[in-house]
């Protein structure tokens, strides 16, 4: 007998107008508060948004078999969409009102398996350095024992969004 899941998730054309209705730190708050629908990917991973703050946040998951490659443990793609979300999500959190920004890479660094048994995993994104034109942060995935799973860099760019609307 197979495993089921069943999600549901908000318009995302509505968390992205929302997205460019304000500054970084405001819509990030607006989501963690439920008052924007988080983004699609929320839901498909099963991940929220639990911090922010100017230029840091945290997104927490528990990993499920759901999660899980083919040898037994949580998809390192998993790992890379917290990274990244995190990392970026840190960058927009500096952001005013009328810019926007788009991963340019993003370098990983898996160091400890995670399965079922790790228990709540917390991605916390930094900024290292931000600029007019481009951003550097960082994420770091740790247990509940402060313990590092993974390390990730992120540049960032940064650019004006057309007919940002207030």
């Given amino acids: 007998m197979g495993r089921t899941r069943t999600y549901e998730w908000d318009d995302p054309a509505v968390t992205a107008e929302a997205a460019m209705r304000s500054a970084g730190i405001d819509f990030l ?3 963690q508060a439920g008052r924007v629908p988080g983004p699609p ?10 911090e922010v703050e100017p230029g840091r946040v945290v997104f927490s998951l528990t990993p499920g078999e759901e999660h899980y490659n083919p040898i037994g443990s949580v998809h390192g793609g998993v790992y ?11 960058v927009q959190s500096t952001l005013p009102h009328g ?9 990983v660094k898996f160091l400890r398996k995670i399965t079922v048994d790790t228990g709540r995993v917390r991605a916390i994104g930094t900024v290292v350095h931000g600029g007019r034109r481009t951003a550097l942060a960082e994420a770091q995935l740790l247990d509940a024992r402060d313990r590092l799973l993974a390390h990730a860099t992120s540049s960032c760019m940064i650019f004006p969004v057309p007919d940002a609307r207030t």
């Fill in 99 to 107: 810019a926007a920004y788009t991963s340019l890479d993003l370098t």
């Fill in 29 to 31: 708050r607006e989501m």
């Fill in 41 to 50: 990917i929320l839901a498909t991973l099963d991940f929220s948004l639990d």
């Fill in 80 to 90: 890379a969409t917290l990274l990244d979300s995190a990392a970026g999500c840190a």
